[in-house]
Nanobody
C-alpha cells in the first residue's frame, strides 16, 4: 500500500513537499514514479527514481522546479515542488514497481503495479 500526503492549497511561486509512504512492501526493491492528473486531462508521469536513488528523471514541465528523493530506511519517497504555478494544479499520485533492471526509472503508467490514492495540489492566489 502507498499513501501520499503533503498536498494542499498554495499560492503561485510557493512550495510543497509531497511524501509517499509504503507499507507492506520494502521500497529497497522498488522503483517509484510520481504522476499527476489534472481535471479533464490524462494522468502524466512527471518524475521517477530508481530503487537505489541513483537515477532520477523529470518531465520537461517540472524539470528544475521539482526534486524527487527517497529514504529507504523510512520506506518513503518525496517530491519537492518549488516555483509552483496554476498549471501544476492536479492530483498527485505515487506508484511503485519492482526493479527488474539496474537503476530502473520509468515515467509511464505500465509497469507500475502499486498506486496510492493521490493527494490534491491546488495552486491559486
Amino acid at each position: 500500500q502507498l499513501v501520499e500526503s503533503g498536498g494542499g492549497l498554495v499560492q503561485p511561486g510557493g512550495s510543497l513537499r509531497l511524501s509517499c509512504v509504503a507499507s507492506g512492501l520494502s521500497l529497497d526493491y522498488y522503483a517509484i514514479g510520481w504522476f499527476r492528473q489534472a481535471p479533464g486531462k490524462e494522468r502524466e508521469g512527471i518524475s521517477c527514481i530508481s530503487n537505489t536513488g541513483g537515477r532520477t528523471k523529470y518531465a520537461d514541465s517540472v524539470k528544475g522546479r521539482f526534486t524527487i528523493s527517497r529514504d529507504n530506511a523510512k520506506n518513503t519517497v518525496y517530491l519537492q515542488l518549488n516555483s509552483l504555478t496554476p498549471d501544476d494544479t492536479a492530483t498527485y499520485y505515487c506508484a511503485a514497481t519492482i526493479t527488474t533492471v539496474e537503476e530502473m526509472c520509468i515515467m509511464s503508467r505500465p509497469p507500475y503495479d502499486y498506486w496510492g490514492q493521490g493527494t490534491q495540489v491546488t495552486v491559486s492566489s
